[in-house]
């Protein structure tokens, strides 16, 4: 058929018919594309009809050409030159257009409907067109609902081909349009299409008195009860980017669904080979909706189904026309995302009246202690993020939350934790400083990059939880990080992180009873993502709103763009207020796919089973005294027995008590540092200010250490060979131990900050007179005891009176005399599994003896001295300078030195005055608290090693910690404990004699 020829000096009129053009050759539709204000149709072969213009071109006079816009963007404009200029023949005319076309047996796989608004009259300017792909085939195959109850679990979402689909574009249609039909190929009244939200379009299709009778019309909820059943089909993953074809496929992306419609061209043909300025687009598109099937309003108990149809959708437009940061959405669209967002957040339930939960935690625990002991995904005592080896593991959402914070069955969106202070005035927890990416944002990132999720636990206090949390610490599942960006919150910009649940098909416990979610996880389109022109950084849309850039370094960082056509199409930008701020259902609700998606990470951890090999130290490992999961129940367990676990919930009877395989002395041994007979090699290491002295007596190496400025010394006594493998001596003891139960246990502390019970470190038991010291310990009598507790008691009184014979120069017998009145009354005996330790502590509590000694048996350990931090900075933390006389080692030892007889002075004559100069001194001295002193003394204490601590200045200055390395160790500790000091309550009910049996070491030598 011959081309249709066109004579370029003939006008159109509006009413005129329109005849369809063949199809065209590769330079005549590069030509089209110059040709804007053609609307006729190519190759229409359809009947007759009359085309009226957009009532915005009501007044418009084709013949005066109207005035050239001046472009407002910075982007350089690229002009196209046509290789081969079109010909007469490549032209339709537009009398030829009046004629009827011939029917066409061939059906067109694809049509398109070409609609432009008044920029598109004005040359070198660019018409913003938005065109859906919509299937023609009534028996093509829908894809089904997200979450269908028809819908099988593994079945494949199915996809319409793109051939299948027809262009129709949204904008500057009719208010009747016409859409084709497959069987008789004849125009079907269809009432005008929405516009996609995410376009920079600003007109608007509905009138006022229009759209209140939509709000009237029924709304159907699935595509089966839609009039467009057949045309359209509606899924989340139906917005997907269109791939770019070639030129030879060009003429294939010509579409014409109605008469005297004008040819579309795909913007990515053209971007990709003519090279035209088309600008970079980000957004998704929201679904086209019919004025009859978009639900305004549904019920809390019945959910919007993923109704959304697979749509190529593509958008072009010049900066110069519309900024694209406006971002109008139609009044109908608009509703409905505000009707969704309104049921979102009336789910939140926020205050203590809250519904009950549809289930209960798999875990769950009343304590924050035996939460961290227990789980390997948050082992943090103080901070609300667990994060380790560069990847964050858990993180916890309790009492101090923000009011923008979310949480549902399948969503959270919380702030970055860090740099809250507490309101004067409310008394509330806010930001006191902007935040910023720090390591655990970056930690964060990791898991995103490599597919780890993290596990949220929710504490009984936090706000947003839908639901009532039946325990104090309740853990949720785990879930994926997808989103990391910052916002403002008053005056200061806070990190924030949105967080969905991985495994989707697992019912989630926390979802209120009786309660269904408005919108399933999926169900809507996702959400807006455009790219600020001013830091090129693509952001989503978070609020409805309106888009903001959420780059903190911007200067558009967190405003709105809107256009005011009334001031010549300027700008004007606000930052939105804090309460108004709603957050974007499209945004909430999208779902990100992960590769691990729907997979069961295991929630309880550690097991700890046997391997059944008898392993000396198996039991004894960090799994063995770690918390567990209580199979009954699902409460952590910490484990607070020396013999094993035993679940600490009312209702729960269930117990736990592994075998012990024992460990032999012998392989206590170091290879590298042998025992033998002669006297041991110290490893210990001291400062400059500690003065040492060697003795060599009874098989031990005396290392004897003098501090600078106190009136005391500490004693390393370090056991050779013929000490450890004497009868009932050191190996003998060790191994009695482990068979023997002492009643060791984990003893109770202050709480603190931390919520529930919290219990130290170390199993112990104390023996004789009552010892009461951080952790209040029950104690025994001696009468009964295990051998090696009695066996230690006499041998550290010999080892106490053996060093008191040397610093006072007295034979044994006259010692012995002395040291009757103040032996030794007291038994503390404490249990070290692996990585088990005792921080920094001092031993100068009211009414103990000067002199404490420890007897260490088992593992190798480590300990270490160190000066308080109050006499090493000399000042308090609440900023009191410490009156104590300064030692060597201290800061400004000398200027606080001269200080130190006015200010005893001044502490007898006006007591005003002196308390005045202690808060001036630190200021004038430019003392700080922060920190604390390096050790002035390590000591490697090995197996069957003393440690003897002498003097009350030396408690009162320096205190001391122990670690250990190794499965099992024992420290056995002993003490005067003066009776009087004792309060009646705590004064023993059975009577504490004196030691019997009399143990000597001098027969070793």
């Known amino acids: 058929m011959e081309p249709a020829k066109r004579k370029p000096e003939e006008d159109t009129d509006w009413g005129e018919e329109v005849a369809k053009r063949p199809k065209s050759s590769h330079d005549s539709v590069q030509w089209e594309l110059q040709f804007v204000g053609d609307f006729g149709s190519l190759t229409s072969q359809r009947p007759q009809r009359t085309k009226q213009p957009p009532m915005r071109f009501a007044d418009t006079i084709p013949e005066t050409p109207p005035k050239k816009f001046k472009r407002r963007s910075n982007q350089p404009v690229v002009k196209t030159k046509l290789t081969n200029p079109p010909n007469k023949s490549n032209i339709e005319s537009k009398a030829e257009r009046k004629r009827p076309a011939e029917k066409n ?20 300017r660019w018409s913003p067109i938005v065109h859906l792909k919509i299937t023609l085939d009534n028996t093509s195959q829908i894809t089904q609902p997200r979450r269908s109850a028809l819908h099988h679990e593994d079945a494949a979402p199915e996809r319409v081909p793109s051939s299948q689909f027809v262009s129709v574009p949204t904008q500057a249609l009719s208010p009747k349009t016409f859409l084709p039909n497959k069987q008789d190929q004849c125009a079907q009244d269809q009432p005008p299409p929405i516009p996609a939200s995410n376009q920079g379009v600003p007109s608007p299709i509905v009138s006022p008195n229009e759209y209140s009778s939509i709000q009237k019309t029924w709304m159907p909820q699935t595509p089966e009860d839609s009039p467009c059943k057949g045309l359209v089909s509606l899924s989340h993953e139906s917005f997907k980017t269109p791939q770019r074809r070639s030129w030879q496929d060009a003429e294939g992306s010509l579409t014409y669904p109605t008469p005297g419609s004008t040819a579309h061209h795909d913007a990515d043909i053209i971007q ?157 927890m806010k930001a006191g400083r902007d935040q910023s990416e720090d390591t655990v944002a970056q930690a964060l990132r990791n898991c995103m990059v490599h597919s780890n999720p993290v596990v949220i636990t929710a504490g009984i206090d936090n706000p947003r939880i839908p639901s009532k949390p039946p325990h104090q610490y309740c853990v949720l599942d785990y879930f994926k990080p997808t989103h990391i960006w910052v916002e403002k919150s008053g005056n ?202 060697i003795f060599f007596k009874n098989g031990y190496r005396i290392n004897r250490y003098n501090l600078s400025g106190i009136d005391g010394f500490i004693t390393h006594m370090i056991a050779n060979k013929t000490v450890l493998e004497e009868q009932g001596g050191p190996d003998a003891m060790f191994e009695e131990l482990q068979q023997t139960d002492i009643g060791l246990q984990r003893r109770s502390m202050p709480n603190g900050k931390l919520k529930g019970p919290n219990y130290c470190r170390h199993f112990a038991v104390n023996y004789g007179m009552p010892y ?208 009087h000091s004792l309060r009646l309550e705590d004064k023993p009910t059975y009577e504490v004699g004196p030691d019997m049996e009399g143990y000597d070491g001098s027969r070793l030598a």
């Open 105 to 124: 047996n061939q059906p067109e796989p694809e049509a398109a409907v070409d609609c432009a608004d008044v920029t598109s009259q004005v040359p070198g």
């Open 272 to 428: 990709n080979n003519v090279d035209l300025p088309v600008a970079e687009n980000h957004n998704p598109v929201l679904p086209f909706y019919s004025p009859w099937s978009l639900p305004l309003s549904t019920s809390l108990a019945a959910p919007v189904s993923s109704t959304y149809a697979e749509s190529g959708v593509s958008t072009e437009f010049k900066d110069t026309i519309e900024s694209h940061y406006n971002d109008p959405v139609s009044m109908v669209e608009t509703q409905h995302l505000h009707t969704i967002a309104e049921q979102l957040l009336a789910q939140r339930n926020v205050g203590p009246n809250k519904p009950e939960p549809s289930g209960q935690p798999e875990v769950w625990a009343d304590g924050r202690q035996e939460l961290c002991e227990t789980l390997h995904y948050y082992r943090s005592y103080q901070s609300g993020c667990y994060s380790t080896g560069g990847f964050v593991r858990g993180f916890m959402f309790d009492k101090v939350a923000h009011p923008r914070d979310y949480m549902d069955a399948d969503v959270i969106i919380s702030r970055a934790g860090g740099g809250l202070t507490k309101d004067k005035e409310s008394g509330e």
């Open 492 to 693: 200061s910009k806070v990190v924030r992180y949105r967080f969905e649940k991985l495994n989707t098909k697992k019912e989630s416990w926390w979802r209120p009873k009786d309660v269904v979610q408005p919108v399933e996880l999926g169900a809507l389109p996702p959400p807006n993502a455009k790219t600020c022109k001013l830091c090129s950084v693509l952001s989503p849309q978070i609020y409805l709103n309106g888009w903001m850039c959420l780059q903190p370094t911007c200067t558009s960082f967190w405003r709105i763009f809107i256009s005011t056509p009334e001031s010549g199409r300027k700008e004007t930008s606000y930052e939105p207020d804090e309460v108004s701020l709603i957050y974007d259902p499209r945004f909430l609700k999208q779902k990100t796919p992960w590769h691990n998606d729907d997979h069961d990470y295991p929630l309880i951890s550690n097991t700890a089973e046997l391997s059944g090999h008898s392993i000396p130290g198996e039991d004894t490992s960090v799994a063995f005294w770690s918390g567990m999961v209580c199979p009954k129940c699902g409460r952590c367990i910490s484990r607070l027995n020396w013999v094993g676990w035993e679940c600490s919930n009312a209702t729960c009877d269930y117990t736990r008590a592994p075998t012990h395989t024992l460990i032999s002395s012998l392989s206590l041994r170091d290879p590298l540092w042998p025992v033998t007979s002669s006297y041991t090699l110290s490893r210990d290491t001291q400062g400059p200010l500690v003065d040492v002295q």
């Open 772 to 979: 009461k010291f951080i952790a209040a310990t029950a104690s025994q009598s001696f009468d009964g005891a295990a051998r090696p507790i009695t066996s230690t008691r006499s041998r550290l009184n010999w080892a106490a009176k053996l060093l008191l014979t040397q610093e006072r120069g007295k034979s044994m017998e006259e010692v012995n005399e002395e040291w009757k009145d103040r032996e030794f009354n007291e038994v503390l005996a404490l249990g070290y599994f692996e990585e088990q330790k005792i921080n920094y502590h001092d031993d100068g509590e009211f009414g103990l003896g000067p002199t404490i000694a420890t007897l260490s048996l088992g593992a190798p350990g480590t300990m270490y001295i160190r000066m308080k931090a109050l006499h090493y900075h000399g000042v308090s933390a609440a900023g009191v300078y410490d009156d104590t006389p300064p030692i060597r080692g201290c800061q400004q030892y000398d200027t606080r030195l001269a200080l130190q007889p006015s200010l005893e002075t001044l502490k007898q004559s006006d007591s005003r005055a002196y308390t005045a100069k202690r808060k001036q001194i630190p200021k004038d001295l430019g003392l700080k608290s922060r920190g604390h002193a390096r050790d002035v003394l390590t000591m490697q204490l090995g197996h069957g090693d003393i440690v003897i601590m002498h003097g009350a200045e030396l408690q009162k200055y320096y205190e001391h910690a122990v670690e250990h390395t190794g499965k099992l160790r024992f420290a056995l500790t002993c003490r005067y404990i003066d009776p």
